[in-house]
């Protein structure tokens, strides 16, 4: 099973009841599995309106004692985060409340590289980094144990690697755990008016907890008595280590694979320490351990012979993913051994083979109607000689960036409006630029409400568009509160409704397949001065395809070669860059690709021709 | 000694190439063997390249094959494979690939010219070990699918006979994992049958 398949089994087996979360990647395959089973488990599930949400309802279910699961990814965890460092001053309660935190070294499905073990140091909560698929099963149940046994919220972190690779698990029982009825609420659920005291009461667990790390037996060495060379690793990184260790056949070395990585059990870290020559640190993202284990070195008063090698000191790179090349790069460093040189021959021959490669860059698929709207932008932008600025947001729809730079900008999960809040102001201080901003659905629901009030409340100057197309389409279609389709008991939200609530001066809905009225109802919206919404009602075509939609049916397109003006014009295919055209250089023209067209007949509208048409059949 | 077999499956979204990972895996723990399977997902899956990576051995590898470690390089996609041979191919890897190639955005729209097949397929053969060029199309047609290409690479990686895995059990897997059923059998058996006449040929 995978990293996130084993989080999922472990949850059954440590007898989670309650499972928040909202999606993103590389944590989303965490839910879906526990959703896949909650029924016939008796767990409750659901995808939630954001990570803040997620943890705070977890909160509640864990406060009434029912043992909860929260998985996000790193950038959930910070919009969580406000909640996570007021609740681990009073405590989850008696139920038990575990956060699966996973990170995305090198940002592969992300809008930054971050470490997220640095909130469970911010928040004086335990921190377990599994390293392989079997711990991610078998940490879920100790975490869920040390949450009820002390009453903290625990994180568990994962990266991409162990989230998204596969390996064998041996699988334990599933717990049918009991609880307590009638549910209790826990006491004291606030912190004032002595939070400090609190604080107090916090960093005596973690103390506790950091005694009980001493002897945790996911803690693991593995090698001689006194070492010369020592690692630290933590994640799949050890297994890295592993590998790079043998690589680079190193005599004498030992490995501490520390899966307890906050609360630092000092007494096991410095007499694995002992009197090792070099100690190398090899984590995912940030120098974690390497920071908290050179602090502590002072303190506790260890290590002192010790040469501490790692990120801090520019033997391990302190950005990107980690990897075995880089670990064994490492190794070689501080052992002091020339890395290995290849053969020059060869590498002329491989330099020669990879002068051959071209990119195979990021693309909306064919018929994407997002690909319509930033075309229907660039439109409006050429009508208003350059001045636009478009502040964008998280989704599919980012790729508006690589689209002939579209969007200028693009963050965190609602800051398109809230950029543009900014931006909307600053025709005072001689911004002579029209402003957009862009956000899908299951976005605007996560964070945008509140940067839309303040538009509102302040007058700002700006147009906002929401491109609806009724599902969490990057990470796998969720079905979300604004979803057409809702599952059974759940009641749809309507983002219209909401939008009209706010009352902005202008509200307009439209229809993103056909692109000359989305080109009008901007170009129209961004003249008028105030705050414009259009909800542009849009398409997924993966989430068409997946659910059966077939085109057959429809029209196909075709290309007249008389009217086509071929190599003088290609705006087709090189400018709309539509998926479902190719340029058929021996025709010198484009020619429809049928296993790939949607039928849409968004490229007809493209064409200053008219060559393009649907067929009569 | 290395002590695992690696196998990069290379292509771009859409091919079944995480299917393709799976199904050797499968493989491996038929042989009493540990598998472990590296995945790209996410935004890589909208039109870009997707690699998986496939480490087998006896014990728990990381999930990442290292640069210059492939034994093999399963290719469903020209380009890909020879993406994938520069960064994890050496003197001695074995790749077997597909011709039949997947345009990228821009060379659809012109803007850039997808490599030329044969100048790839030398660079391929100048790196690597042994190049097996598979050219699956008339099969495809004549089992009238394209959509089990993933199946007939498999044929042509157990055919090749280079792997740990036994061509009959990855027969048999691709039988129960992909359906229709008879179509991904016959797919199997005409990649297994294209390769073990190219050995023939080079005498391999």
Known sequence: MSGNEAFARGAFEAGIRFCYSYPGTPSTEITTAIMKEAESRGIYSEWSVNEKVALEAAAGASWAGLPAICPMKSLGLNVASDFLLNLNLSGSGHGGLVIIACDDPRGHSSSNEQDSRFYAKAASVP???????????????????????????????????????????????????????????????????????????????????????????????????EPDLLTISSGICQKYVDEALEIVNVQNSGRLGLVTAFPIPAGLVGRTIGEARDVLFVEETDPFLEIEIGALSTVKNFGGDSR??????????????????????????????????????????????????VPRALTFCAGCTHRNVYWAIQKVRERLGGNLIVAGDIGCYSLGVFYNESMHTMHAMGSGIGVANGLGQLERFGLDSKVIAVAGDSTFLHACVPALVNAKHKKADLTFLILDNSTTAMTGFQKHPGSADQDSGLERVSIERIVRAIEPDTVLVGDAVKIPSTVSQIEDAVQKPGLSVIILE??????????????????????????????????????????????????????????????CGACISVCPQRAIRRSRK | MKSSFDIVVAGVGGQGNLVCGRILAEGAVRRNLRPVVGDTFGASRRGGAVLTHLRIGEFDMGPLIPRNQADLILGLEPLETLRAAVKFGRQDTVVIFSEL????????????????????????????????????????????????????????????????LNPSELRGLVGETLKPKKTNISAFDAGLKCVSELMKSKGV
């Open chain 1, 127 to 225: 921190l377990l980094e599994p390293s392989s698929y079997q711990e991610a099963k078998d940490i879920v149940p100790l975490a869920v144990e040390i949450s009820k046994t002390h009453e903290i919220p625990v994180i568990v972190r994962s990266t991409t690697r162990l989230s998204h690779s596969r390996g064998l698990v041996e699988l334990g029982e599933i717990n049918d755990r009991k609880w307590e009825k009638p549910l209790k609420l826990a006491g004291n659920l606030f912190n004032i008016p002595n939070p400090h005291l609190r604080h107090r009461d916090l960093l005596e667990k973690i103390d506790k907890i950091a005694e009980e790390f001493e002897s945790n037996p996911f803690n693991r060495f593995q090698g001689p008595e």
């Open chain 1, 308 to 357: 501490l090698h790692g990120k801090q000191t520019g033997v391990v790179p302190s950005y990107g993913e980690m990897n075995v090349d880089k670990t064994v790069a490492a190794l070689r460093n501080v052992l002091g051994i020339q890395p290995r040189t290849l053969d020059e021959d060869y590498e002329s021959k491989v330099e020669k083979a990879r002068q051959l490669l």
């Open chain 1, 538 to 599: 849009s398409i997924c075509r993966l989430e068409e395809q997946k659910s059966g939609w077939i085109y057959d049916d429809l029209p196909k397109i075709v290309i007249d070669p008389e009217a086509c003006l071929g190599e003088e014009c290609r705006i087709c295919v090189s400018e709309f860059n539509s998926m479902g055209l190719a340029w058929d250089s021996k025709l010198e023209r484009p020619v429809t690709l049928e296993h790939v067209c949607t039928r």
């Open chain 2, 101 to 164: 190639k997947v345009d990228t955005a821009d060379t659809l729209g012109g803007k850039t010219e997808y490599p030329d097949i044969d100048k790839m397929t030398e660079a391929l053969e100048s790196i690597s070990g042994v190049v097996f060029r598979l050219d699956p199309k008339a099969s495809l047609d004549k089992i009238g699918s394209s959509r089990v290409l993933n199946s007939y690479m498999i044929g042509a990686l157990a055919g090749s006979g280079k792997t740990p």
